[in-house]
C-alpha cells in the first residue's frame, strides 16, 4: 500500500481527489488533512506521495512544502492549484508535477500513470532517524558515513548533517548494508564514497577519515572487494 495524503482546505475538493484516488487503484491508502498546519503538527515521513492544495489559509501549499522537505526529501509532492503560474515555483521544492483545478479525472489518471512508473523506477533502500522531536527519511545509499562521540551519532550524508544518539551498533542494524564498515571505533563509513586511502586515512568526500591499526586490514579487504565487484 502507498501511504498518501490529501492536504487541502475544500472539503468537496478533498473528496473529489479521494474518491479519484480509490477509482484509479486500490493500493492508496488515504489520509485527509484540512489544511497544512494539521498535515506537518507531528508529521513523520511515512507518506510515499502528498496532494498539496497551494492557496490555504494560515500556512499556503508552497511554505508547506518547503517545510516539509525539511524533514522528508524523498516523499512525492502534486501540488493543486487554481492557476497553473504559481505551481511552476515547484521546483524549489522538488515538486513531482501539479494538477490544476477543476480537477478532471482523465488528467489525474495521467498524472498517477507517471507516478506509478515513478514508484516503479525507486530501488533506493531508505531509513528513518530520529532525531531530537523528528524523525526523518533518507536514502541509505546518500550517507556518507556515521560518526559517533559519546553517545551523539551525526550522520554525514550528500545534502546534509544530521545528529542523532545511540550506538554504532545500532546504526550498523539501522542500515543493515554490508557496504558500511568500520575504519575505527568513531566511524561506520560507505566504501560507495571511499575515492582514497592516504597513508592511515581513508578519504571520504572531503574529509579524512583515521583508520586504527587494529581495522585496517579488514578495511582495505572490504574496500578492495567493493572496488573489484564494480568493474
Given at each position: 500500500?502507498?501511504?498518501?495524503?490529501?492536504?487541502?482546505?475544500?472539503?468537496?475538493?478533498?473528496?473529489?481527489?479521494?474518491?479519484?484516488?480509490?477509482?484509479?487503484?486500490?493500493?492508496?491508502?488515504?489520509?485527509?488533512?484540512?489544511?497544512?498546519?494539521?498535515?506537518?503538527?507531528?508529521?513523520?515521513?511515512?507518506?510515499?506521495?502528498?496532494?498539496m492544495d497551494?492557496?490555504?489559509?494560515?500556512?499556503?501549499?508552497?511554505?508547506?512544502?518547503?517545510?516539509?522537505?525539511?524533514?522528508d526529501d524523498?516523499?512525492?509532492?502534486?501540488?493543486?492549484?487554481?492557476?497553473?503560474?504559481?505551481?511552476?515555483?515547484?521546483?524549489?521544492?522538488?515538486?513531482?508535477?501539479?494538477?490544476?483545478?477543476?480537477?478532471?479525472?482523465?488528467?489525474?489518471?495521467?498524472?498517477?500513470?507517471?507516478?506509478?512508473?515513478?514508484?516503479?523506477?525507486?530501488?533506493?533502500?531508505?531509513?528513518?532517524?530520529?532525531?531530537?522531536?523528528?524523525?526523518?527519511?533518507?536514502?541509505?545509499?546518500?550517507?556518507?558515513?556515521?560518526?559517533?562521540?559519546?553517545?551523539?551519532?551525526?550522520?554525514?550524508?550528500?545534502?546534509?548533517?544530521?545528529?542523532?544518539?545511540?550506538?554504532l551498533k545500532?546504526?550498523?542494524?539501522?542500515?543493515?548494508?554490508?557496504?558500511?564498515?568500520?575504519?575505527?571505533?568513531?566511524?561506520?563509513?560507505?566504501?560507495?564514497?571511499?575515492?582514497?586511502?592516504?597513508?592511515?586515512?581513508?578519504?571520504?568526500?572531503?574529509?579524512?577519515?583515521?583508520?586504527?591499526?587494529?581495522?585496517?586490514?579488514?578495511?582495505?579487504?572490504?574496500?578492495?572487494?567493493?572496488?573489484?565487484?564494480?568493474?
Open positions: 500500500m502507498y501511504q498518501t495524503a490529501i492536504v487541502e482546505d475544500n472539503e468537496r475538493e478533498r473528496e473529489t481527489l479521494k474518491a479519484y484516488l480509490e477509482r484509479y487503484s486500490d493500493l492508496f491508502s488515504v489520509s485527509v488533512f484540512s489544511s497544512a498546519v494539521d498535515f506537518l503538527t507531528n508529521y513523520v515521513p511515512k507518506y510515499d506521495l502528498v496532494f497551494i492557496d490555504m489559509p494560515y500556512l499556503d501549499g508552497m511554505s508547506a512544502a518547503k517545510k516539509l522537505r525539511e524533514t524523498k516523499v512525492c509532492i502534486i501540488f493543486v492549484t487554481n492557476l497553473a503560474k504559481f505551481a511552476i515555483k515547484g521546483y524549489e521544492v522538488s515538486a513531482f508535477d501539479f494538477i490544476v483545478k477543476p480537477v478532471a479525472y482523465s488528467n489525474f489518471a495521467l498524472k498517477m500513470d507517471r507516478v506509478m512508473n515513478h514508484f516503479a523506477a525507486k530501488t533506493e533502500k531508505e531509513v528513518l532517524i530520529r532525531t531530537e522531536g523528528n524523525l526523518v527519511r533518507v536514502s541509505v545509499s546518500n550517507i556518507c558515513y556515521a560518526e559517533i562521540t559519546n553517545h551523539k551519532i551525526v550522520y554525514h550524508t550528500v545534502e546534509k548533517e544530521i545528529v542523532s544518539y545511540g550506538t545500532s546504526v550498523e542494524e539501522l542500515l543493515n548494508d554490508p557496504l558500511f564498515v568500520r575504519c575505527n571505533k568513531c566511524y561506520l563509513v560507505n566504501l560507495r564514497f571511499v575515492s582514497a586511502i592516504e597513508g592511515s586515512f581513508a578519504i571520504v568526500g572531503k574529509d579524512k577519515l583515521l583508520i586504527s591499526y587494529p581495522r585496517r586490514a579488514s578495511f582495505e579487504k572490504a574496500l578492495a572487494d567493493y572496488l573489484c565487484g564494480q568493474r
